[in-house]
């Protein structure tokens, strides 16, 4: 069984919700209250290991993490 490790957006994502004293389920709750999208964490994790592309997830993340686009890639 391959284990899933998370990119470096996923990383930042992470290390910015601990710096924040925030969690996963916070952010998740996040994108659906203010952009009206699906996150739940078995989606999220597949977004943040990179199994998943979803460019309007992760702009929506960006801006309410206030990630600036050049920092974090999520390749």
């Known amino acids: 069984m391959d284990s ?3 990119t470096p ?3 930042c994502v ?3 919700l601990l710096k924040r004293g925030k969690s996963q389920k916070w952010l998740e709750e996040e994108v659906s209250n203010r952009y009206g999208m699906y996150a739940d ?3 999220m994790y597949k977004i ?3 199994q998943r592309n979803a460019p309007k ?3 929506a993340i960006r ?3 206030e990630l600036p686009s050049e920092q974090c ?3």
């Open 73 to 75: 890639s999520t390749e």
């Open 48 to 50: 943040l290991t990179g």
């Open 41 to 43: 964490s078995g989606y």
């Open 9 to 11: 957006f996923g990383l």
């Open 63 to 65: 801006e309410i993490l």
């Open 57 to 59: 997830i992760v702009r």
């Open 4 to 6: 899933c490790k998370f």
């Open 14 to 16: 992470k290390t910015e």
